[in-house]
């Protein structure tokens, strides 16, 4: 089993940055790759950024490409994600996921999923 742990949600005016980051503990040599996902108020789950374990060819939602950047740390076990120019939309609660193979941006395929960190935008 792999569990993970989101931090780093918050608070921030329209315009403002903050960085997420998802820990990795229990069987974490099965992860390929980490995600991040968001659900906002009424409406469904959606992708925003996956990542495989080099953190070679990092994929984006078009939504957040070019304002949001996944990285990770391996010797850390920690994939983290930097959001700037923060628009009062993107204001959800952020979800950190894993698989055991190739990232997709459907929901469906990711194996884990942590609670999730709430991130608000005001504008």
């Known amino acids: 089993q792999v569990q993970l742990v989101e931090s780093g949600g918050g608070l921030v005016q329209a315009g403002g940055s903050l960085r997420l980051s998802c820990a990795a503990s229990?069987?974490?040599?099965?992860?390929?790759?980490t995600a991040w996902f968001r659900q906002a108020p009424g409406k469904e789950r959606e992708f925003v950024a996956h990542?495989?374990?080099?953190?070679?060819?990092?994929y984006y939602a078009d939504s957040v490409k070019g304002r949001f950047t996944i990285s990770r740390e391996n010797a850390k076990n920690t994939v983290n994600l930097q959001m700037n120019s923060l628009k009062p939309e993107d204001t959800a609660v952020y979800y950190c996921?894993?698989?055991?193979?190739?990232?997709?941006?459907?929901?469906?395929?990711?194996?884990?999923w942590g609670k999730g960190t709430l991130v608000t935008v005001s504008s």
């Open positions: 996921a894993a698989r055991t193979t190739w990232g997709t941006p459907d929901t469906r395929y990711w194996d884990y």
């Open positions: 229990g069987r974490t040599f099965s992860i390929y790759s």
């Open positions: 990542i495989n374990w080099s953190g070679s060819n990092p």
